[in-house]
C-alpha cells in the first residue's frame, strides 16, 4: 500500500482497523464526524469476549492494557421476575471468558496506541463519488475533501459508505430501548442496587423488561425494553424527560418498586434508543476500493455481539490487507468471505436471544438459556 487507508468513523472497529494497520507499517487515516474524543461520554460496560474481542486485541498489540480495564465481579449475572424474585443468580468467578470493561475506557487506548494526527475530528462524511478505478472522492461537512484508493465504511448503523455496496436499509426490530442511569446508589438507590447485585440484571416479562448493569463508580445503568411499534413509541415525547419517564413507568405498574425506581427515579433523562437491524445475511459483490466492517456491515440487535465484532472485523481486515499489500482486492475479498459467515450466524442469533429475553415465556425462557449456557460450557 503507497497511500493511507481511509477509513471513516473512529468507533471500536475504525480504531482497531487503524491500529492493526499501523502495526503492520501500514498507514490510516481514520475521518471522525465528532468534534473531539471527548465529544461524547461513551457511556456503558461491554462484555469483552475471548473468541472475538479479545482476539481483535491482541491483534492490535493491546492485551495487556485491555487486561488492567477489567471490571472485577462485573460478569455476574441475575435473573429476576417483575416481583423482583430471584430465579437465577451467577457470580464472577473470574473465571468466564467476557470481562467487562468500560466502552470510554477502550476507546481510550486504542486511541492513545495511535499516531497522533491519525484521527481527524469533526470530520462528516456527506458525500461519496466513485472515480474510477476504486478511487472514491469523499466530501466532508466542512467542505474538505479527499480521494482515496481504499475506504473503508466504519460509520457504524447509518453508514454513509454502505450505500456504494448495498441497497439495504436498516429495519426497526420492534424492540425500543430506554436509557438511564442512576448515581451514587450504595447511598442513594441501595434497594435497587441490591436487586442489581454486582453485575448484570435481567428483570423480564413477555414483551418488556427491566435491564440493568452495575458499573464502577456506585452507577447503574438501565435499559428498559419495550416490545411496542414505531407509532406507539412516537407517541412518546422524549424532549420531555419527565412525561416520558412517567409513559414508561406506566407500561411497569404492579413491578416490584427497587426495579420500577431504575425508571421513575432516574439521574439522567430517558434516552430512546429504538433497536434497528440489517437483514442477517446482509452482503454484497465486490465493488473496488471500498468495503465496510461492524455495525455498517452487520447490524444487529444488541446481544452482547456487537463491539465485539466490530473489533474483530478491524483486526481481521488489517492482517488481511497486511497479508496481501500488493493485491488488495484479493485481501478485501478474503476479509469478506470470513466476516459475511461469521456476522450472519451472530445476526441470527441476537435475534434469538433479544427474542427469548422478552418471550411470552420469559422469565422461565432465560433462565433455561442460561442454564443452557452454563451447561454447555462445562461439558
Ligand atoms: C442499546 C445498545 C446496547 C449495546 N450493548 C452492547 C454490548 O453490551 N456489547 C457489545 O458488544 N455491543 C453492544 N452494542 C452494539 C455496539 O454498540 C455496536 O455494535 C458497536 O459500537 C459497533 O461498533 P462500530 O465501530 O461498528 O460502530 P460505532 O461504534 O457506531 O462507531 C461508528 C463511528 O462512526 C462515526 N460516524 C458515523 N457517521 C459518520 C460520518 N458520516 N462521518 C464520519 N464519522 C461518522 C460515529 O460518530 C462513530 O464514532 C449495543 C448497542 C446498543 C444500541
Request: hydrophobic share 45%; charged share 20%.
Amino acid at each position: 500500500m503507497t497511500t493511507p487507508v481511509t477509513i471513516i468513523g473512529a468507533g471500536l472497529g475504525g480504531l482497531t482497523l487503524a491500529r492493526v494497520l499501523q502495526l503492520h507499517g501500514i498507514a490510516a487515516d481514520v475521518y471522525e464526524a465528532e468534534a473531539s474524543a471527548m465529544a461524547r461520554t461513551q457511556g456503558g460496560m461491554l462484555d469483552i469476549h475471548d473468541d472475538s474481542g479479545q482476539l481483535a486485541l491482541s491483534a492490535a498489540g493491546l492485551i495487556n492494557e485491555f487486561r488492567s480495564l477489567i471490571h472485577e465481579g462485573g460478569q455476574a449475572s441475575r435473573v429476576l421476575d417483575q416481583h423482583a424474585r430471584v430465579l437465577l443468580d451467577e457470580s464472577d468467578d473470574g473465571k468466564g471468558g467476557r470481562p467487562e470493561v468500560h466502552r470510554g475506557a477502550l476507546r481510550g487506548i486504542l486511541l492513545e496506541s495511535l499516531p497522533a494526527n491519525t484521527v481527524q475530528w469533526g470530520k462528516k462524511l456527506t458525500g461519496v463519488v466513485a472515480r474510477g478505478d476504486g478511487r472514491h472522492e469523499l466530501t466532508f461537512a466542512d467542505g474538505s475533501s479527499v480521494t482515496t484508493k481504499l475506504l473503508v465504511g466504519a460509520d457504524g448503523a447509518w453508514s454513509k459508505v454502505r450505500p456504494l455496496l448495498s441497497d439495504a436499509v436498516p429495519d426497526y426490530v420492534g424492540t425500543s430501548f430506554i436509557e438511564m442511569y442512576l448515581h451514587d446508589v450504595d447511598v442513594r438507590h441501595k434497594a435497587t442496587a441490591e436487586a442489581v447485585g454486582c453485575g448484570a440484571l435481567f428483570a423480564v416479562a413477555p414483551g418488556q423488561g427491566v435491564f440493568a448493569h452495575r458499573e464502577p463508580g456506585s452507577v447503574l445503568h438501565a435499559y428498559i425494553a419495550l416490545n411496542r411499534s414505531a407509532a406507539w413509541i412516537a407517541d412518546i415525547d422524549f424532549s420531555d424527560g419527565a412525561t416520558a419517564a412517567t409513559r414508561v413507568a406506566a407500561e411497569f405498574d404492579g413491578w416490584a418498586p427497587a426495579l420500577t425506581a431504575l425508571i421513575t427515579d432516574a439521574d439522567s433523562p430517558p434516552v430512546l434508543r429504538m433497536i434497528h437491524a440489517l437483514p442477517n445475511e446482509h452482503r454484497w459483490h465486490r465493488v473496488a476500493g471500498v468495503t465496510l466492517l461492524g455495525d455498517a456491515a452487520h447490524l444487529m440487535p444488541p446481544a452482547g455481539d456487537g463491539a465485539n465484532l466490530a473489533m474483530l472485523d478491524g483486526a481481521e481486515l488489517g492482517k488481511a490487507i497486511a497479508a496481501r499489500p500488493d493485491d488488495v482486492e484479493a485481501a478485501l475479498s478474503t476479509y469478506e468471505d470470513a466476516m459475511f459467515s461469521r456476522s450472519a450466524s451472530a445476526a441470527a442469533g441476537a435475534h434469538e436471544t433479544l427474542d427469548l429475553c422478552l418471550s411470552a415465556r420469559a422469565p422461565l425462557s432465560l433462565v433455561e438459556f442460561f442454564e443452557q449456557m452454563r451447561g454447555s460450557q462445562r461439558g
